[in-house]
C-alpha cells in the first residue's frame, strides 16, 4: 500500500507541476496583488488544462496526508522528491527549457539536501 | 541593452512573487500544524472530519494562506521556468527547519544542518540562471 500510494503522489505531482507549468506560460505573466489574483482566477477558469493540473494537486496532497499517517516523515519527505528528479528531467525534454550545467549542479545539490533534510 | 530595465524589473517581479509565496507556505504550514493540533478527532478517509478541524481558526488560516500560496505559484510558473521554480522554492525547507527550531524549539541534527545549507547553496546557483529559457522574448540571439 504504501508504494501505491507513493507512486500516486509522485505521477499526480509531476502532472500537475507539468500542467500548470505549461498553461502559466501560455496565459502570459501574472501577478499577485489583488487585482492580479483576480486575473489569475479568470485564467483558471478559462483553461480545462490548469483545472485538471490543480485536481492533480489534490490527488498529491491527499496522498501525501494518507502515506505520512502510516510512515515517518523521514520516509515521505525524501520518497517524494523523486517528482523532482522526473520533473526537472520533463522540463528539459517536454517543455524545451534549457537547464545547463550551473542549473542542473544547483538541482542536484538541492535534490541531495532534501534527501538529507528529510532523512 | 535597451530592454534591460525592462528585465531587471522582471526579475525584480519574479523574487518578490517567491518571496510572497515562501512567506504565505510558511504562514499556512504553520497556522495549519499549530490549528491540527489542537483538533481532538484523529483524520481518516471520511471527509466529513477534515470539514470539521476546518472550524478551528488556526486552520481555516492555514487553508486559505496555502490556497493563496498555490495561486502565487501559479503566478510564479507564468514567470519563469519549471526547472528553476522547483529549486528555488525548495528554499521553504530552509524556513520550516528554522521556524522548527526558533518557535517549536525543535532539534536539529547536523545531517539535516548539512541538507539545509544544500539547498540554500543549490537554489542560490539555480537562482543565477537565467529564469525563463522558453520565452522568445528572453532570448534575443
Redesign the interface.
Known amino acids: 500500500m504504501k508504494w501505491v500510494l507513493v507512486a500516486a503522489m509522485v505521477v499526480a505531482t509531476v502532472l500537475g507541476?507539468?500542467l500548470?507549468?505549461h498553461e502559466?506560460?501560455q496565459?502570459?505573466?501574472?501577478?499577485?496583488s489583488a487585482r492580479?489574483?483576480a486575473r489569475?482566477?479568470y485564467v483558471?477558469a478559462q483553461r480545462r488544462l490548469?483545472i485538471l493540473g490543480?485536481a492533480c494537486?489534490a490527488v498529491s496532497f491527499f496522498s501525501f496526508?494518507a502515506l505520512v499517517?502510516t510512515e515517518p516523515l523521514s520516509f515521505a519527505v525524501p520518497a517524494s522528491s523523486a517528482s523532482?528528479v522526473l520533473?526537472?528531467l520533463l522540463?528539459?525534454f517536454v517543455?524545451?527549457?534549457?537547464?545547463?550545467a550551473?542549473?542542473t549542479?544547483?538541482?542536484?545539490?538541492?535534490?541531495?539536501?532534501?534527501?538529507?533534510?528529510?532523512? | 541593452m535597451t530592454n534591460l530595465p525592462r528585465r531587471s524589473s522582471a526579475l525584480l517581479k519574479t523574487y518578490s512573487v517567491l518571496v510572497f509565496f515562501l512567506a504565505l507556505k510558511a504562514a499556512g504550514n504553520s497556522a495549519m500544524a499549530w490549528g491540527m493540533k489542537q483538533v481532538p478527532e484523529r483524520m481518516s478517509i471520511n471527509p466529513a472530519l477534515y470539514l470539521h478541524a476546518m472550524l478551528n481558526p488556526f486552520v481555516a488560516l492555514g487553508v486559505v494562506a496555502l490556497i493563496l500560496a498555490l495561486l502565487t505559484r501559479m503566478a510564479l510558473f507564468s514567470l519563469a521556468d519549471l526547472s528553476f521554480v522547483l529549486p528555488v522554492t525548495a528554499v521553504g525547507y530552509v524556513i520550516a527547519v528554522f521556524l522548527g527550531k526558533v518557535f517549536l524549539h525543535e532539534t536539529v541534527t547536523h545531517q539535516r544542518w548539512l541538507g539545509t545549507l544544500l539547498i540554500f547553496g543549490g537554489a542560490a546557483l539555480v537562482g543565477s540562471t537565467s529564469r525563463n529559457t522558453t520565452a522568445p522574448a528572453e532570448n534575443p540571439k
Do not use: P, W, Y
Open positions: 507541476d507539468l500548470q507549468s502559466m506560460k496565459a502570459g505573466e501574472q501577478s499577485v492580479g489574483f489569475l482566477l483558471i490548469l490543480i494537486n496526508m499517517q523532482f520533473e526537472t522540463a528539459k517543455l524545451h527549457e534549457r537547464l545547463g550551473r542549473r549542479a544547483g538541482a542536484l545539490a538541492v535534490l541531495a539536501g532534501v534527501v538529507l533534510v528529510g532523512g
